[in-house]
């Protein structure tokens, strides 16, 4: 009997059973249970909207958020910087390249907290860093940001800041949303592009 | 270091004297397999010694089935692991280039340095060629841009193309890996040239 | 014969990778199913149910409160059992998800604690998973962003 032929039953052997393992590895959680349970009891997981309102107004560059909502919701109005990834085709390789990146905080949103972490918990499990949730979305979002006022006789520094903070946050949400949007569409495949162009590349 | 879980906090020094002895490695098992000898390599072409198709094929073979398990396994992260992105039209004329200098010079780039380490004139010379074909590509890459960054693909899987799983495709690889071995022993028989194959 | 002692080595590799392969496929504590099942699962949220709806639910069911401690919320709720979400994956906790054969309701207060327990659990392979929401419709934008038409991006920098 020779080596070929010893060769080839250990290579049909081997390769039976890797027909039947039982999923692909690369595309299911890498995290264990335990892990991702412990990780998703804590707080830290959390930003509140005042401070994705401060990231905006200091254009910071070290996040990204991430709007879970569909396409026709993202187009009528999102908080700027964002990148569309409805949570309905979440699972679309095509968006690896936001979610799987080391450098960049991600920060997922919706209308409200659910669709969000349901986000966070899959990119979360399935190994991705760096994964946030905004606090409330954008209900919350529009509540402080957008809707609250001052009320009051004197106002201490904190909360001076605090609205002003807000106030520049809604100032800029409310520019960019009204964009006609011709316009939008242009900003956003512009941003897809960049991604796309920022693929690869060896670790 | 990449996906290897277990490796992954080494420090820099560290990770560059394990790439070290894996290189060492890597020359040492071409220069034993004969690769250093054009003729085995131009071999593969006329049929006479198939070692080429062999090793390659097995060396392929064996990180497909080693980096599926570590990472069935846990041990390993295939999400961390580089997929190349595919450019259609680089890949086809690429390998039209590539496969016509390998008949003609009888080394790929690998084969060549291993080659050229152990002083083989035509190794030299070969090189060279590669260097030169490098500095013309590079100078006028941009007036050649449109074709190769032409039927942009992306990073694509050949799995995930097909649509079966990851472990289906092994097992067909297996398969034609098992079949083409076949073919190749046939080969060897009925091509054989006794008075170039006992020199190498 | 002799030619089987020849592979033995062989066919004793390819045991023990069996053997692994099969530890590791059978282990309770891995994650297994397909992520693209669960996002199936939870869009357009047919993964939830209402209190509406859970009373007209004729069927058997479980509810597992999800509260913790000081978080523990006092909704009663019939056939309601208190898991504490730390406590989610305790071996005594597990087993009860295991045996149930009805329904499984879960709820918290905080809607992102159901959310994340639901995805966990999902990929657990529990199928028969709902949340219990105490809105009709979760999700909806409450406001009602109006665009500020008279805005002028060249006049007033961002």
């Known amino acids: ?203 | 270091m990449g996906p290897l879980s277990i490796i992954s906090e080494f420090p820099e020094w560290l990770n560059l004297l394990i790439a070290l002895f894996i290189g060492v490695g890597f020359g040492f098992a071409l220069e034993q397999a004969g690769f250093s000898s054009s003729r085995r390599l131009a071999g593969m072409f006329y049929g006479y010694d198939t070692t080429v198709l062999k090793v390659f094929f097995t060396a392929a073979i064996v990180a497909l089935v080693g980096s599926q398990l570590l990472s069935f396994f846990g041990l390993l992260n295939l999400k961390l692991v580089y997929v190349n992105p595919y450019y259609m039209n680089a890949t086809i004329i690429g390998g039209v280039i590539m496969g016509a200098g390998f008949i003609m010079g009888g080394y790929c780039p690998g084969t060549g340095i291993s080659a050229l380490s152990i002083g083989k004139i035509d190794a030299m010379i070969f090189l060279l060629g590669g260097l030169v074909g490098a500095f013309l590509f590079a100078e006028t890459s941009p007036y050649i841009q449109t074709i190769f960054l032409g039927n942009y693909k992306g990073a694509m899987r050949i799995d995930e193309w097909m649509g079966v799983s990851t472990g289906v495709f092994t097992f067909i690889l297996i398969v034609a890996a098992v079949f083409l071995f076949w073919l190749s022993e046939l080969a060897e028989k009925r091509f054989s040239r006794p008075e170039i194959t006992s020199e190498i | 014969m002799e030619q089987f002692k020849s592979l033995r080595f062989i066919f004793l590799f390819l045991i023990i990778l069996l053997v692994l392969v099969l530890v590791r496929s059978f282990n309770p504590n891995l994650f297994r199913q397909d992520p693209g099942k669960t996002v199936e699962a939870a869009i357009n949220n047919n993964n939830s149910i209402t209190f509406a709806q859970l009373k007209a639910l004729n069927t058997q069911y479980l509810v597992i409160n999800l509260g913790t401690g000081g978080k523990f919320d006092s909704v009663k709720i019939k056939n309601s059992i208190n898991i504490p979400v730390e406590n989610l994956l305790d071996k005594a906790n597990q087993t009860i998800f295991k045996e149930s054969k009805d329904e499984i309701i879960l709820y918290s207060a905080d809607v992102s604690t159901t959310a994340k327990v639901w995805v966990i659990l999902n990929q657990l392979g529990f199928k028969k998973l709902l949340i219990l929401t105490p809105d009709e419709q979760p999700e909806v934008f409450k406001y009602k962003f109006q665009p500020d038409t008279s805005v002028r991006l060249e006049n007033d920098s961002i």
């Open chain 1, 1 to 203: 009997m020779n080596a070929r032929i010893k060769f080839s039953i250990l290579l049909i052997g081997v390769g039976i059973m890797m027909a039947f393992l039982p999923f692909n590895t690369a595309r299911s959680f890498q995290l264990k249970p335990d892990e991702l349970l412990s990780k998703s009891v804590s707080d830290d997981i959390y930003f509140s909207v005042d401070q994705v309102a401060r990231f905006i107004n200091n254009e910071d560059t070290t996040f990204q958020l991430i709007d879970v909502r569909d396409a026709e919701q993202f187009k009528a109005f999102n908080i700027p910087g964002s990148v569309n990834i409805p949570f309905n085709d979440f699972s679309d390789p095509k968006w690896e390249v936001y979610l799987n990146q080391k450098g960049l905080k991600n920060i997922y949103y919706g209308n409200d907290d659910r669709t969000a972490c349901y986000a966070w918990t899959i990119s979360t499990g399935m190994g991705y860093g760096n994964n946030f949730v905004m606090k409330g979305g954008l209900n919350e979002w529009y509540k402080t940001v957008m809707l609250s006022q001052f009320e009051g006789e004197n106002i201490t520094p904190r909360e001076n800041a605090l609205f002003e903070n807000r106030f520049n946050a809604r100032k800029t949400f409310t520019q960019i949303n009204s964009l006609p949007d011709s316009l939008k569409t242009h900003y956003f495949n512009a941003k897809h592009l960049q991604a796309s162009k920022l693929d690869g590349g060896c670790e």
